[in-house]
């Protein structure tokens, strides 16, 4: 039975404003230190040349694309997690937990074998060349990432576990943890003790000499990093089951919790298979557009390369509030305060239509000086000039895509992830990659059509998502808050998004 709120922040009484940054500044802090993983692996790995660079490049390509597909399942878990404790059923929050967990460590484990099987095939197609250094490296390291799925995908749920119960912080914590584990292994373990900067840097060449001649450990290549990024990983994944089965964080699922459910688990694969798309397809959605860019030129690539960068670094505070406002609005459903929840979605968009209006303010007015840090050499005034275009173009509806993930993140609370799937899919395939090789090939404006493509879609996928919000069905789809708190029905009713729909509910004076 769960235990007490732990962390947990109250979102079903008194202001929004407070429990939404509440919740939402720990998600976008650990977010940053997510980005702080990759940063740790591209520098030290960078030390070991251009092919051990491209080699962590086509990996990621392979890697994102399962965690994209991971974090699918975590929103099932924060969804049904957070409408069972808004509607009282604790007993229910540890069940689905449980179940939840169950479900991802097997999916996990067919992804990690399926993954060592396949990785020479899949970076084959992306285009690594067979017999190349780049191909040997990569196919190292993806199978060794692979190998470690399970450990990733534990700590996501029980990340997405806590965010439903409403405890942002001890994920963050426990991220934390990993970077500095990961920051400290990464050195060791690329470059062992030969040739090795961080030693240089500290002045203790000679203890390095030293050591060489002791191990001749010159560390695992670009392997080192993805063996680090296993253990920071694991560590943190076994800490957080060790909160999570102790009570210690408010859940507190019984070893009966774990035996899967048919019932349960074809909730969380109906809410968890629609948001993996969503997940994919924004991951699909950089791969068109790059390919769209090509079109263009080289260095319209790499300006957008650096463009995308900058976008997504801008849009953490956007991420992290639409997860937060998954949790309010699931809680708040879950406890039959539809209005609450639909207010929670309104205050989550004014706060960030406030920030994300000064953010692109000053991307429009520095443009140039913003994009020249990123590159230097020759015809780098090229590729300032079409990124700056990018910033102008793309920049001024940074508002708009901010609101529209805001708006996702209140359809994926109340369950309704498939609307969140059509919504995203919308957005690529009708509303931006068409108009975007219309603008690039029938009207020969090069990456500027693609600017204006990615940005036709930024507002007019804003304008559908909100006159589907404000048509309210999607506050239907909350669990019977009428159900025993031990009984052993679905989690959710069978209605459109895996959620019990307005007419499987006991009727209320204001049905």
């Known amino acids: 039975m769960s235990g007490g709120p732990g962390r947990a922040v109250d979102v079903t009484d008194g202001e929004l404003v407070r429990p939404l940054l509440v919740l939402s500044l720990p998600i976008i802090a650990t977010n940053l230190l997510q980005v702080g993983y990759n940063l740790a692996d591209t520098f030290w790995v960078g030390r070991l040349g251009q092919a051990a660079v491209s080699a962590l490049s086509f990996s990621?390509?392979?890697?994102?694309?399962?965690?994209?597909?991971?974090?699918?399942?975590?929103?099932?878990?924060?969804?049904?997690?957070?409408q069972n404790k808004g509607a009282g059923n604790t007993d229910r929050v540890d069940h689905v937990a449980g179940q939840t967990i169950a479900f991802v460590v097997l999916l996990s484990a067919v992804f990690s074998a399926a993954g060592y099987l396949l990785a020479?095939?899949?970076?084959?197609?992306?285009?690594?060349?067979?017999?190349?250094?780049?191909y040997r490296l990569s196919v190292e390291y993806t199978r060794t990432i692979f190998l470690g799925i399970p450990f990733v995908f534990g700590f996501f749920i029980f990340q997405g576990l806590l965010q439903g119960w409403?405890?942002?912080?001890?994920?963050?914590?426990?991220?934390g943890l990993g970077v500095v584990l990961n920051v400290l292994l990464d050195p060791f373990f690329i470059l062992g003790f030969r040739d090795n900067v961080l030693f240089e840097a500290l002045g203790l060449v000679a203890l390095e000499q030293s050591l060489y001649a002791a191990t001749g450990f010159a560390g695992f290549g670009v392997q080192g990093a993805a063996l680090a990024t296993i253990l920071s990983r694991g560590l943190g994944a076994v800490i957080a089951m060790g909160l999570l089965l102790s009570g210690w964080v408010g859940l507190a699922p019984a070893p009966g919790d774990f035996r899967p459910r048919r019932e349960t688990v074809e909730k969380i694969v109906r809410i968890g298979a629609p948001a993996s798309v969503e997940q994919s397809t924004r991951a699909l959605g950089v791969t068109v557009l790059t390919a769209l860019v090509a079109l263009a030129s080289q260095e319209a690539v790499a300006a957008y390369g650096i463009g995308n960068r900058l976008t997504s670094l801008v849009f953490l505070p956007a991420l992290g509030l639409a997860r937060g406002t998954e949790t309010v609005v699931g809680q708040n459903l879950g406890a039959d305060q539809a209005d609450r929840a639909k207010r929670a979605v309104f205050v989550s968009t004014g706060l960030i239509a406030a920030v994300l209006a000064v953010v692109s303010a000053v991307a429009f007015l520095y443009a140039e000086p913003i994009t020249s840090v990123f590159i230097t050499g020759a015809r780098s005034?090229?590729?300032?000039?079409?990124?700056?275009?990018?910033?102008?173009?793309?920049?001024?509806?940074?508002?708009?895509?901010?609101?529209?993930?805001?708006?996702?993140?209140?359809?994926?609370?109340?369950?309704?992830?498939?609307?969140?799937?059509?919504?995203?899919?919308?957005?690529?395939?009708?509303?931006?990659?068409?108009?975007a090789y219309a603008l690039v090939e029938w009207f020969g404006m090069g990456a500027t059509g693609v600017w204006y493509g990615i940005a036709f879609s930024n507002v007019v996928i804003l304008v559908v998502a909100g006159a589907w919000f404000l048509r309210g069905t999607w506050t239907d789809n909350v669990v019977d808050p009428s159900r025993g708190p031990t009984e052993t029905g679905p989690d959710v009713g069978a209605g459109d998004d895996g959620a019990m729909t307005g007419e499987e509910r006991p009727s209320t004076d204001d049905d």
């Open 60 to 82: 990621w390509a392979i890697v994102f694309l399962v965690i994209s597909l991971a974090a699918g399942f975590t929103v099932a878990g924060t969804v049904l997690v957070a």
């Open 120 to 134: 020479p095939q899949l970076l084959e197609i992306i285009g690594a060349i067979p017999g190349t250094p780049e």
């Open 166 to 175: 409403g405890d942002t912080r001890t994920p963050m914590y426990l991220m």
């Open 381 to 435: 005034d090229v590729v300032v000039a079409i990124g700056a275009d990018y910033l102008r173009i793309v920049g001024l509806t940074f508002l708009f895509l901010g609101a529209f993930r805001i708006v996702q993140g209140g359809f994926r609370g109340s369950g309704s992830t498939r609307t969140a799937m059509v919504l995203s899919i919308l957005a690529l395939v009708v509303f931006r990659v068409p108009p």
